[in-house]
């Protein structure tokens, strides 16, 4: 199975909306949902580390608002990071991108939208699909008519061959009308 390749523009968009909430969103109003915080400084402040393998008995864990950055300086912990990272570790996200999502919804940050030639892109594609998805229904019920019908016994009989064709025509005919009414 190959990879799946991530474009620039992907990555773009993503760091986009990364910092669209980056600057929507203070890490210590996000901080002070999960962790009792104190002032430690003019721009600091300090409290137990959110991070389950760290049990934290004195706080060690510092918030810094005017990089909007927290690291933890507790022995063998040292966990940093900035606004969305928090959300990932004390909200328990398993992707990056969740977590992100979850404080653009929760603050209202709005988000990039895609473009408008994506749109059309994506609109075509899915008619493209559609299409697809038509003519192998198609090919389905052809394979099932020529399997079931052509091949039964009572039209093998039917010696012929402008009668055969009479009877193939209208099994067809018949055969049309049912598949539509099963189909939609």
């Keep these: 199975m190959q990879a799946r390749q991530t474009t620039d523009a992907q990555l773009n968009r993503f760091g986009r ?24 400084g003019p721009n600091r402040l300090l409290g137990r580390c959110p991070h389950p393998d760290h ?23 040292n966990i940093f990071g900035d606004v969305i990272d928090l959300e990932k570790l004390c909200a328990h996200h398993d992707e990056l991108w969740t977590a992100m999502v979850a404080l653009s919804v929760r603050y209202s940050v709005e988000l990039p939208r895609r473009s408008e030639k994506w749109h059309r892109w994506h609109r075509e594609k899915l008619a493209i699909e559609g299409l697809t998805e038509d003519i192998r229904s198609q090919v389905r019920s052809r394979r099932i008519f020529k399997y ?4 039964s016994p009572e039209l093998q009989s039917i010696e012929d061959p402008d009668e055969r064709k009479a009877e193939i025509k209208l099994c067809w005919a018949t055969f049309q009308a049912g598949m539509r009414q099963v189909g939609g």
Excluded: M, W
């Design 148 to 151: 079931l019908i052509l091949n």
């Design 17 to 40: 909306a990364i910092d669209a909430v980056k600057s929507g969103v203070r890490i210590e109003d996000v901080a002070a949902e999960y962790i009792k915080l104190k002032v430690a």
């Design 55 to 77: 049990a934290d008995h004195t706080p060690s864990f510092t918030v810094f608002k005017d990089s909007q950055r927290f690291r933890c300086y507790g022995i063998g912990c």
